[in-house]
């Protein structure tokens, strides 16, 4: 498949292009406001994701898959905020600013030559896998957890380029999927039960949930009172669901399952 329809842009274009997006951001956001913004960062992969699996069924034509790279620079744009505010929480990061770079350069693709998009796509892939190995190395969860957000949105913004400039995905895919496992397994919340205070009264039935999370415990319960349920009850999906709401653990997951369910 090949992106013909991208060609005819000059450099002068797109550095225009970047610098009115530059202009264009608001202020840097500071890592308290990290966890927001999850829904729409989400909407990136599935957007790159449902263009991958168009192209596997059968070859787009060129019209079809400028208007894809259209709707995915709109995405990008809604959930660029969030995005920024994970790497701006790791700024000591040496790959940050290419990272960052890669997904400010996002609203250009559709102007780009053919040429000029296989590059780009080759050199997210890689910040994408830096951003994997850091993940592996650092021991602070917080920090996996940013880096998670990093490693989605980039794998995500990848794909979508290595379709639209008619890169084959054989060994990108199983990179990108070995990437979500990980940020899953590191990341999914660690659910214990204990007894709650309130039930030694023979009326009540109460049961404390403690769920460990990157940024701490998350805690539920189960509290019947004369047979009537005031809170709960928990299953363990519901509980582990509940408390990794909000972290690159439920980005990742989502991502896996979807996809499992592609056959993928």
């Excluded at 994701?49 to 620079?73: C, M, N, W, Y």
Aim: hydrophobic share 45%; glycine share 8%.
């Amino acid at each position: 498949m090949r992106a013909r329809s991208l060609r005819g842009a000059s450099w002068r274009g797109i550095t225009a292009g970047l610098l009115a997006v530059v202009v264009l951001l608001p202020a840097a956001i500071t890592p308290a406001r990290a966890t927001v913004g999850v829904d729409s960062i989400k909407r990136i992969g599935v957007k790159a994701f449902s263009l991958f699996l168009q192209a596997r069924d059968g070859d787009l034509t060129e019209q079809q898959i400028f208007e894809a790279l259209q709707e995915f620079v709109t995405v990008v744009g809604e959930a660029e905020d969030a995005i920024m505010a994970h790497l701006d929480a790791l700024a000591s990061a040496p790959w940050v600013g290419a990272a960052e770079h890669a997904i400010l350069e996002v609203p250009t693709l559709p102007v780009l030559t053919e040429d000029t998009l296989q590059d780009y796509a080759l050199e997210v892939a890689l910040h994408a896998r830096q951003a994997r190995r850091v993940f592996d190395a650092v021991d602070s969860e917080v920090e996996a957890d940013h880096l998670g957000f990093a490693i989605y949105s980039l794998y995500s913004v990848g794909l979508e380029a290595r379709v639209a400039a008619g890169i084959g995905t054989s060994t990108y895919m199983p990179n990108y999927r070995e990437a979500m496992q990980a940020i899953v397994d590191r990341l999914k919340p660690r659910c214990t039960s204990r007894e709650g205070e309130l039930d030694y009264h023979p009326s009540i039935y109460h049961v404390v949930h403690e769920c460990s999370t990157p940024h701490g415990l998350r805690t539920f319960q189960d509290y019947q009172v004369d047979g009537e349920w005031r809170e709960g009850p928990w299953t363990r999906p519901a509980l582990e669901a509940a408390a990794g709401a909000g972290t690159s653990w439920e980005l990742a997951k989502d991502q896996l399952q979807r996809m499992t369910d592609g056959g993928v």
